[in-house]
């Protein structure tokens, strides 16, 4: 099998920020795989390049090459929690999701997680998925007014709390635990009795919130290292 990657470089425009995903790596060809999707990556714009490898044979570590060296920023990490003896969550409620608020969703969306780590910008693609069966998404509304998005696919062996985020102008209020506790207590509504997440572990209020209620780690998705300049 030859040596072959797979690039995300719809973040450029907006953060100049790009992915490279290593899917397979032949002996030996490591540091060629690298420089080749990292050529290719720059001379599309990007300015920050993320790179993980998918290849159980490659793995990546921190280390230099002639022209870059590999940082490890973070874990996405799987996370899961029983479903039972929820808190009460406040005064946050969800409101599902329309086809006519679509445009709102996804602009509401894009707000919440902007700076969020391994975040990606959403456009009509997303609306589709997120109307799928087997999801369910919405927004978070306090005071009458929209705060935040949720995402729930309900497609996996597990329920997954695919996303839950609040826009900026509600964060420090608790309510990024509410609506954590909301998104559980529609699982429970659903009848299942356990539920997953994946986190950034250098998203430290996210982990953080996510550890103190209850989710445990469950596993590795992905590592994520960033490439840089050998100077800088």
């Known amino acids: 099998m030859e040596s072959a990657y797979e690039i995300f470089a719809g973040e450029i425009a907006a953060k100049g920020t790009a992915y490279l995903v290593l899917q397979h790596c032949r002996a030996g060809e490591l540091e060629e795989l690298l420089s080749r999707g990292r050529a290719e990556l720059l001379g599309m714009g990007a300015s920050q390049l993320y790179v993980t490898s998918r290849d159980p ?49 996804i602009t509401l969306h894009n707000a919440c997680f902007f700076d969020a ?5 959403y456009g009509p693609k997303d609306l589709e998925r997120a109307m799928e069966e087997g999801h369910r998404c919405g927004f ?16 996996g062996e597990l329920p997954e709390i695919e996303g839950i985020a609040l826009h900026k102008d509600f964060r420090g209020k608790g309510l990024g635990r509410q609506l954590l ?52």
């Open 117 to 121: 780590p391994n975040s990606s910008t």
């Open 181 to 232: 506790h909301a998104a559980m207590a529609e699982l429970v509504g659903l009848d299942y009795p356990r539920c997953r997440l994946l986190v950034a572990t250098d998203n430290q209020t996210a982990f953080s919130l996510y550890r103190s209620a209850g989710f445990k780690a469950a596993g590795i998705r992905s590592r994520w290292f960033q490439m840089l300049p050998v100077f800088g």
């Open 57 to 105: 044979a490659a793995p990546l570590s921190e280390g230099t090459w002639e022209d870059f060296r590999l940082e490890f920023v973070r874990d996405m990490l799987w996370m899961e929690r029983e479903l039972t003896a929820l808190p009460p969550f406040g005064e946050l409620t969800l409101e599902p999701l329309t086809r006519e608020r679509g445009g709102a969703w």
């Open 140 to 155: 978070a509304v306090a005071g009458g007014v929209l705060a935040g998005i949720y995402e729930l696919d309900l497609t």
